[in-house]
Antibody
């Protein structure tokens, strides 16, 4: 069955870079897209960006200058890197599949604090 | 970017009520809207895609409709397990979520 699982550090210092990994199973990254979505505590959902089945990427215009998404198809992994983190980037970060977000990981809480 | 205006932000209902949530897009999204349910501490769950297509496992008391810029999502006969937050998502273009609706028991 389809599964996605996020992993990465729970705490990042301000101005540093966040690196997260989404490991998928049950589908191929060359057939389906993967997006990153985040949710600050008590707030709504924000689409961050996607890597499409062909390997191209798109980003939320508000994050584009700080965000990079890549993948390793041989390991079924998608990577998120976001630099210049600030406290407002504290959130749960989810990865999700397909262009209508049918399957989701359980999310990883990232706190930006010194 | 397409903006999604979701209302109301919160909703109070009694068990057995029918509730409706609306999302208005800033431009025509050609029915490419999905609806999600999210319970505290959990990932969102896809309930409906392409306006009205229920995902496997979505109870029939959930429904969606709309066209153009205006869409709605309804729950008939609200049950206790429906208490959650609900979000719309447009995916005709780069995805954007509505602001969410928190459904509470009256």
């Amino acid at each position: 069955q389809v599964q996605l699982k996020e992993s990465g550090p729970g705490l990042v210092q301000p101005s540093q870079t966040l690196s997260l990994t989404c490991t998928v199973s049950g589908f191929s990254l060359t057939s389906n897209s993967v997006s990153w979505v985040r949710q600050p505590p008590g707030k709504g959902l924000e689409w961050m960006g996607a890597i499409w089945s062909g390997g191209s990427t798109d980003y939320n215009s508000a994050l584009k200058s700080r965000l990079s998404i890549s993948r390793d198809t041989s390991k079924s992994q998608v990577f998120l890197k976001m630099n210049s983190l600030q406290t407002e980037d504290t959130a749960i970060y989810f990865c999700t599949s397909n262009w209508f977000f049918d399957y989701w990981g359980q999310g990883v809480m990232v706190t930006v604090s010194s | 970017d397409i903006q999604m205006t979701q209302s109301p932000p919160s909703l109070s209902a009694s068990l057995g009520d029918k509730v409706t949530i609306t999302c208005q897009a800033s431009q025509n999204i050609n029915k490419y809207i999905a609806w999600y349910q999210q319970k505290p501490g959990k990932a969102p769950r896809l309930l409906i895609r392409y306006t009205s297509t229920l995902e496997s496992g979505t109870p029939s008391r959930f429904s969606g409709s709309g066209s153009g810029r205006d869409y709605s999502f309804s729950i008939s006969n609200v049950e206790s397990e429906d208490i959650a937050s609900y979000y719309c998502l447009q995916y005709v273009n780069l995805p954007t979520f509505g602001g969410g609706t928190k459904l509470e028991l009256k």
